[in-house]
């Protein structure tokens, strides 16, 4: 237990570090030329796993930074919450990217691939499951003391 009465939530934190860092990394490597995240060998989003134009990677870059603040400050329940908000904004952000891959122009001429898609919904529902499980965690400690 912590002197705020919640256990150490070191799965929700952990998990939103390493996505912190992923994001941030993917989103800084967007913009060199890779055969991962970008906009491809012919600059049209064809030949990586996740096509990426330079919105899309400041869109990684701000959720990663979001993801870091979670991890690094909030706790408790408050981290908890924070990563199923992280997937909340995940959701939406995987439903509007799945109704328009250009993102109403916002990533043109890079369409959203089937990449962009799996990891858009891979982290909406992993943040969800995450996020319960650490609610949990928390919880049933803070009813213990």
């Avoid at 570090?17 to 049209?44: E, K, Y």
């Avoid at 400050?73 to 904004?89: H, K, P, S, Y």
């Avoid at 858009?120 to 499951?129: D, E, K, P």
């Amino acid at each position: 237990m912590t002197r705020y009465g919640y256990a150490n939530n070191s799965l929700a934190q952990g998990y939103a570090t390493v996505i912190g860092v992923v994001l941030v990394l993917s989103g800084l490597l967007g913009f060199i030329n890779n055969p991962f995240v970008g906009a491809g060998p012919q600059n049209d989003g064809t030949g990586v796993i996740l096509a990426a134009n330079s919105v899309h990677n400041l869109v990684h870059l701000g959720t990663g930074a979001l993801a870091l603040f979670i991890a690094f400050g909030l706790r408790g329940e408050a981290q908890a919450n924070g990563v199923i908000a992280f997937g909340v904004v995940y959701l939406l952000i995987g439903i509007l990217v799945l109704v328009d891959p250009l993102l109403f122009g916002l990533f043109n001429p890079i369409r959203a691939n089937v990449g962009d898609h799996v990891l858009h919904f891979a982290l909406t529902i992993v943040s969800f499951v995450v996020g319960y499980m650490a609610r949990g965690s928390s919880s049933t400690a803070a009813t213990r003391a």
